[in-house]
């Protein structure tokens, strides 16, 4: 499927359904929940407690530099931050992860990962929208990536990351990342869990490739795999396991100065659901 990207469900989230805590959504997320008292990880009593910054305001400079020691705080659900709508913000060590709502393309950050097809030059979908907006100067820049070997098109791997301009984003830099379709790993001496091991590899790649440029502070995530891509995994298991490998991929760079910021962006009210809960089961949350 070279020539498709993943279709997206067009129903927008609500980050207000519950101003106060973000939450109000996560019904449909059940059984990402189970287990999350062995796995959530709560601040040690000499923890800062932040303060938030009232819904509505724009806070992108008052955390240019997240850090655990002297931050103003972490921006509250509803608040505007590089352009995207905070629905719950998250501390992980020195990196801050922020659940937003609405689209990639909206996010006036550093850098944007876009859910690309193998073939790299655009799609429908998320893709179709990235490229869209991206304009011929990212059109240039994706033409001109190498075809792999043994291949007659792919430019990326599934499992692997790309990077380009930005074009005419609002961000300076797009990722182009290649989630597996999981309807074409069932039989054929394919798995799903071999899909699962492609879909954590592009999110640990697309982190790579962000924090090795040396350029990118901020990102903004489109959720990779978890359309009709997704197949029979629940949407709440495909996320889960992308945020695990972001996770893990961020703690390699507790001690660097770039990629301090990453948004989860949710475009539908039941991937902001799951995204809360995933999220939940795994960061750390300063209250």
Do not use: W
């Amino acid at each position: 499927m070279l020539g498709h990207s993943e279709p997206v469900e067009q129903v927008e989230c609500d980050p207000k359904a519950n101003p106060s805590t973000g939450e109000g959504r996560r019904g449909a997320a059940e059984e990402v929940e189970k287990g999350a008292a062995q796995d959530h990880r709560t601040p040690s009593a000499g923890s800062p407690n932040h303060s938030e910054v009232p819904a509505g305001v724009e806070v992108s400079a008052l955390i240019e530099t997240p850090s655990l020691a002297g931050e103003p705080g972490l921006p509250a659900p509803g608040a505007f931050l590089r352009g995207v709508q905070v629905v719950k913000a998250y501390r992980y060590g020195a990196a801050m992860v922020v659940v937003s709502c609405g689209s990639v393309v909206d996010f006036e950050g550093d850098a944007i990962v876009n859910a690309a097809n193998a073939g790299c030059l655009g799609g429908g979908g998320v893709d179709g929208a990235v490229s869209s907006a991206g304009g011929p100067d990212m059109r240039r820049e994706r033409e001109a990536l190498p075809i792999l070997k043994g291949t007659r098109m792919n430019r990326c791997a599934t499992g692997d990351a790309k990077m380009t301009t930005g074009g005419s984003l609002k961000a300076r830099k797009c990722i182009h990342a290649v989630g597996p379709n999981y309807l074409m790993y069932r039989g054929r001496g394919k798995s799903l869990e071999d899909a699962d091991e492609l879909l954590a590899s592009a999110y640990q790649r697309a982190v790579a490739v962000a924090r090795d440029s040396g350029v990118v502070r901020s990102i903004a995530f489109a959720l990779l795999s978890a359309g009709v891509f997704r197949g029979p995994r629940k949407l709440e298991e495909v996320l889960l396991i992308g945020v695990r490998a972001l996770a893990g991929e961020l703690a390699k760079s507790s001690g660097a100065a770039v990629l301090n910021e990453v948004h989860l962006m949710a475009f539908t009210g039941a991937e902001e659901d799951a995204l809360l809960a995933v999220c939940d089961r795994i960061f750390t949350i300063f209250d």
